[in-house]
């Protein structure tokens, strides 16, 4: 006959296993796992197995575990798990890419009923159609201020209906409409609140960022640091182009106002002196914009189909 384990031997083993897991794996998914059921969760477990452990605890026991080995380790980074650790969540433990294992964890979804003084993560939108209840029924969508008419011997709803909004208790009558609708609308699953990499927290939302968004976001930062470098005349390689670039206006500004001048100068005032010389340049210019659609409408008419006269079709109107 197995002995079971006292309490005491319980929480060595599961010291134990948390240190070591935190010893083994850099990587960390916090996730929620508020209305899990432990089915779901077993799944999960299959679901990730062969470089993912999920582990499941109280949150002081996992604090308290995380903060001895930080200090019997030396490690400190382990300290920026402990504020993570609210609510009813779990760890995640990975040597996978993070993002697949995100993915991975959001597959095991599960519906489930609107139950009653349950906060709701969603707003809950009854669609229009034909419910197939019975007009007995009605008082249900009454209570609810939901349209209804009765449509052969069936009750339909007219319009959508916002019945739940998101943050709000199901109450007793939407819980019962909901259920003679046979609608499950919330979905409830591991969601993932923070990622610890290597020692350092960041949000989900960063495993979804591609090389694109990454490259928009870094151009965006150079572009606003070259504008702050041009506004107090800091020079730095990203705003030095256009510093050689303002620098040229102003001493061709100077040139063109003055009689100092270089040889980029002479053209410009050249130009300046004789405008008439624009109009020569520019006109080869015009010539070409101006023979361009020309071309393209004749083009367009040898592509049309040439008009068939009665004598081509093999008869006359005169006939």
């Known amino acids: ?6 309490k005491a031997d319980k929480k060595i083993a599961y010291d134990k296993k948390l240190c070591e897991l935190l010893d083994q794996y850099t990587q960390i998914l916090v996730a929620a796992a508020d209305n899990v059921g432990s089915n779901q969760l077993q799944n999960i477990r299959k679901g990730l197995r062969g470089d993912s452990v999920v582990l499941m605890g109280k949150n002081t026991m996992m604090k308290r575990t995380i903060r001895i080995h ?3 380790t030396g490690n400190t980074a382990f300290l920026n798990l402990i504020p993570l650790l609210v609510g009813n969540v779990g760890l995640i433990f990975t040597k996978g890419d993070l993002k697949e294992v995100s993915e991975e964890v959001g597959k095991y979804k599960v519906g489930a009923p609107a139950r009653v003084g349950l ?10 159609g034909n419910t197939g209840l019975d007009p007995s029924q009605t008082s249900f969508f009454q209570v609810l201020n939901i349209p209804t008419k009765i449509n052969k011997g069936t009750v339909e709803i007219i319009t959508p209906v916002e019945l739940i909004k998101k943050g709000d208790k199901v109450g007793s009558s939407e819980a019962a409409l909901l259920s003679k609708l046979g609608i499950r609308p919330f979905s409830y699953g591991l969601i993932i609140q923070s990622v610890y990499d290597n020692g350092s927290v960041f949000s989900p939302e960063v495993l979804d960022l591609t090389e694109d968004d990454l490259v928009e976001k870094f151009a965006a930062g150079v572009s606003m640091a070259t504008a702050l470098a041009l506004a107090v005349s800091y020079p730095m390689l990203a705003a030095a182009p256009h510093m050689f670039v303002n620098a040229y206006k102003n001493v061709l500004a100077v040139a063109v106002a003055t009689d ?4 980029q100068a002479e053209k410009v005032k050249e130009y300046l002196k004789d405008p008439s ?9 015009v010539a070409a914009e101006s023979a361009a659609p020309a071309s393209a409408k004749e083009e367009e008419k040898k592509e049309e189909p040439a008009e068939e006269s009665d004598e081509d079709m093999g008869f006359s109107l005169f006939d």
């Open 260 to 263: 100092y001048s270089f040889p």
């Open 277 to 285: 010389k624009f109009a020569v340049t520019a006109a080869p210019v």
């Open 119 to 128: 906060v709701a993560p969603i707003d809950v939108v009854v669609p229009p």
């Open 70 to 72: 930080s200090e019997r």
């Open 1 to 6: 006959m197995a002995v079971k384990s006292s």
